[in-house]
């Protein structure tokens, strides 16, 4: 039986990219790495959750005692994140792509030298609004605590209030991943700053593991605290 603060409680994570298919060779991806994804979810198993993580493709390994879900677009991404759920806690730490190619070609694309690039492309659906901005009430599938992630350049602060409202969540953890930030995409260290309705938290730059851990305790007792009231 699982031990820890987060023993009993069910913590959905995404992490990674996603990948967009234009044609049978050819995808839309970002930069992101996994690392601190997988860092939370292998923090919230160590805490005692069960953990569902829901994995874009990545070339990290699997975290230690989580489930891991593979997704590669962002459609299907929401569908795994729709089928793993309900959860206590979800963490949408996922750099999903905005968009996607409107219609994904059964062949190669030729190019022939003369027409433009045949590429129209659709809005993906917003995985993270989706869920939070599901009703507050049991049986909504709405977990008690939606987190979201802001990979900002600029304004990191100013535009994860506005993220947080805009999207519904509970709290947004906030990076500079401008080249000044510290090179955060594909890096191991991060500097964060947790954004919720109460007010503005700045952490110091740490590893990656380190901002997971200190996460996940953070939620653990708004959780605990939640629950007692
Ligand atoms: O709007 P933006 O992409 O900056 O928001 C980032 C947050 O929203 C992250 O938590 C990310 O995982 C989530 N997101 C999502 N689905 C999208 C776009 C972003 O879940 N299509």
Redesign the pocket.
């Known amino acids: 039986r699982a031990r820890g603060p987060l023993a009993g409680r069910h913590v959905l994570v ?1 992490s990674g990219p996603t990948h967009e298919p234009i044609d049978p060779v050819r995808y839309i991806a970002n930069r992101s790495s996994g690392k601190q994804g997988h860092a939370i979810a292998a923090a919230a198993a160590a805490a005692g959750a069960r953990v569902t993580l829901v994995s874009g493709p990545v070339a990290i390994a699997d975290p230690p005692g989580v489930a891991v879900v593979r997704a590669e677009s ?1 459609r299907e991404m929401l569908a795994a994140v729709e089928a793993a759920l309900p959860a206590d806690v979800a963490i ?5 792509a ?1 968009w996607r190619a409107a219609e994904a070609k059964p062949s190669k694309l030729k190019k022939d030298g003369t027409t433009p690039a045949p590429l129209a492309l659709a809005l ?5 609004a989706t869920i939070a901005r599901r009703p507050r009430e049991p049986g909504s599938g709405r977990p008690a605590l939606v987190v ?4 900002e350049t600029d304004d990191v602060v100013e535009n994860a209030r506005a ?1 947080l409202a805009r ?1 519904g969540c509970d709290l947004v953890v906030a990076n500079d991943v401008s080249a000044a930030g510290g090179g955060v995409m594909g890096g191991d260290f991060n500097a964060v700053h947790l954004v919720s309705p109460e007010g503005v938290e700045t952490w110091a730059r740490a590893a990656k593991d380190e901002v997971a851990r200190r996460l996940v305790a953070h939620l653990a007792s708004r959780l605990a605290a939640s629950s007692q009231e």
């Open positions: 995404t962002a949408f730490a996922a750099a999903v905005d993906n659906p917003d995985i993270l979201g992630f802001a990979a993220k999207k």
